[in-house]
């Protein structure tokens, strides 16, 4: 079974990552403590950033990539998908 990363759509084109998204909450929480140092990135053209630490990926809502169309993060030299063909699309048709 492959692991498919995190995916968050965000309205900013700077974005942080702590890695501790899922680990969130309760009376004893620091951040970062089961994730990774807290690192700041840039969206740019392309409309999407991949964190390095934690591969999860960050799309800019109603930019280039908002539409499914970008390569698998844990393939550098993949191509983006063709239409239609994105990783939402398949969490629907396999649902």
Same mark, same amino acid.
């Given at each position: 079974? #492959?692991? %498919?990363?995190?995916?968050?759509? %965000? #309205? ?12 969130? +909450? ?23 950033? #991949? ?16 539409? +499914?169309? %970008?390569?698998?993060?844990? #393939? ?20």
């Amino acid at each position: 079974m #492959d692991h %498919v990363p995190e995916t968050t759509i %965000v #309205d900013t084109p700077r974005v942080w990552c702590d890695g501790a998204g899922d680990i969130r +909450g309760g009376e004893n929480y620091k951040p970062a403590s089961l994730g990774h140092p807290r690192v700041w990135m840039q969206i740019d053209e392309k409309g999407y950033v #991949d964190c390095g630490y934690c591969d999860r990926r960050f799309i800019l809502e109603g930019g280039p990539a908002d539409d +499914g169309n %970008v390569p698998d993060a844990r #393939d550098p030299g993949a191509k983006p998908l063709p239409h239609g063909h994105g990783p939402e699309e398949a969490d629907v048709a396999g649902t």
